[in-house]
């Protein structure tokens, strides 16, 4: 029994020679070659300059001081050289990682917040300790105790009911948001791929250049000068030969973008039925209608500031205090000087250019004041009619769009009594 286990050990050690001896036989120098590769790669610089140095005869005539300059400076030269190329390579071997997600900005625009930082929510659910309602300050605590359950809406959406707002919880307020392709992987890559640049990639930067022209997207909505743009100029620079059906499908797609642009002019000029209009813009793009500042969120409100500035400017401003308002004029009694004033036309010159720029003065700062009152006479009336209306958030119970429909309650007030009779 004792020699069992012995015997196996001997048997083990005796295969595992053989297959360590039949390896070596075979790959033995392949495997030395391979480790020996790094090694022969930081030494080249020194063996490639003593080899040329060796090789070349020393001396010519020259004296031996130059001899060994020439042959520190060939040295020096194949050293630098070598680790320059080997430094060269192994920056295009070893680069960051190519992400087709961000360009290798490792960070995205936020999604939820469209990168203001900042979204609106709901609140879904909520315990109040014993006696409290659902008042602004009570449902405030509860959030901050993380006693309330938030539903947060995306800046996607069109609200025309007005909701709190918190920092973003996808980017922390910060309206950045890291990449989803590049999270919690290594941002290095090897590849063989950038030792040389391909033509193609040119190419596709060229493709994607847009022309230099700032007033290309103003001209598309002229159709004559978009027919240029997209089918003549291709046909006379590119060399492309559209067929009618192509061209059709350019002109129907042309068409289809500029849906919201003719809209949108109409609903700037605030024709009777613009509102309906401004409707279509979210259905058409809901994204750029969002930030669009042709749209009006509350349209209520619009016309009725609107009404009010019709009646205020029927309304004749008061007279403008005096010493109100200041400009830098150009022109003073310092401008000319005594010489010049004893000149009878440069006095009369002098005379006329003062006059004229008190008047335009005077003018500018009318127009100024009956601005300014106008608008502070807008939000008066304003604020006296919208006072009737206001409450003190702080002792009123939140209304319906802040607060959800609690499940709990419903289930609570559908639940029958039942009787037990023992």
């Known amino acids: 029994m004792s020699r069992g286990p012995g015997r ?8 595992a020679d053989a297959q360590f001896k039949q390896f070596s036989t075979r790959h033995g120098q392949k495997v030395i070659d391979i480790l020996d590769f790094p090694i022969k790669l930081v030494l080249s610089p020194f063996t490639l300059a003593f080899d040329i140095a060796g090789s070349a005869p020393r001396g010519f005539g020259i004296p031996e001081l130059i001899s060994t ?134 190419y596709n930067v060229l493709r994607k250049m847009d022309y230099p022209y700032e007033h290309i997207v103003h001209s598309m909505k002229d159709p004559s000068i978009a027919n240029f743009w997209l089918i003549t100029l291709p046909q006379i620079v590119g060399g492309f030969d559209y067929d009618e059906d192509v061209k059709k499908k350019i002109w129907l797609q042309y068409e289809e973008s500029m849906r919201y642009d003719q809209l949108r002019d109409l609903v700037a000029k605030r024709k009777p039925g613009w509102e309906y209009l401004q409707d279509a813009l979210f259905s058409i793009d809901p994204v750029r209608a969002k930030e669009d500042p042709v749209i009006v969120k509350n349209v209520p409100f619009y016309k009725a500031k609107k009404a009010l500035e019709a009646e205020v400017t029927k309304l004749n401003p008061p007279p403008r205090p005096q010493n109100w308002g200041e ?84 289930q609570k007030g559908n639940r029958q009594r039942k009787w037990w009779f023992f």
């Open 69 to 202: 300059i020439s042959y520190l400076s060939v040295f020096a030269v194949a050293t630098l050289g070598t680790y320059d190329i080997a430094l060269d390579l192994g920056k295009k071997v070893i680069c960051q990682r190519d992400c087709k997600t961000c360009n290798g900005w490792q960070a995205l625009r936020c999604t939820m917040c469209k990168g203001t930082g900042s979204v609106h929510y709901q609140i879904k659910d909520y315990n109040l300790r014993s006696g409290e309602k659902p008042t602004a300050d009570c449902v405030a605590d509860a959030i901050v105790d993380n006693r309330a359950e938030l539903v947060h809406l995306p800046s996607s959406l069109n609200l025309s009911a007005p909701l709190p707002t918190k920092d973003c919880p996808t980017c922390d307020g910060t309206g950045v948001m890291s990449c989803t392709e590049c999270k919690n992987k290594l941002q290095v890559r090897i590849s063989a791929d950038d030792i040389m640049e391909p033509p193609w990639k040119a």
């Open 327 to 410: 400009l830098n004029l150009p022109l003073n009694t310092s401008s000319w000087s005594e010489e010049d004033l004893k000149n009878p036309a440069k006095l009369y010159e002098k005379t006329v250019l003062l006059n004229a720029q008190r008047e335009i003065a005077e003018k500018i700062l009318d127009a100024q004041w009956e601005a300014k009152w106008r608008q502070e006479k807008v939000e008066e009336l304003l604020e006296e009619k919208v006072r009737p209306f206001i409450q003190d958030s702080s002792m009123s119970v939140l209304p319906q769009p802040i607060l959800l429909k609690s499940q709990k309650t419903n």
């Open 8 to 15: 196996m050990i001997q048997n083990v050690t005796q295969f």
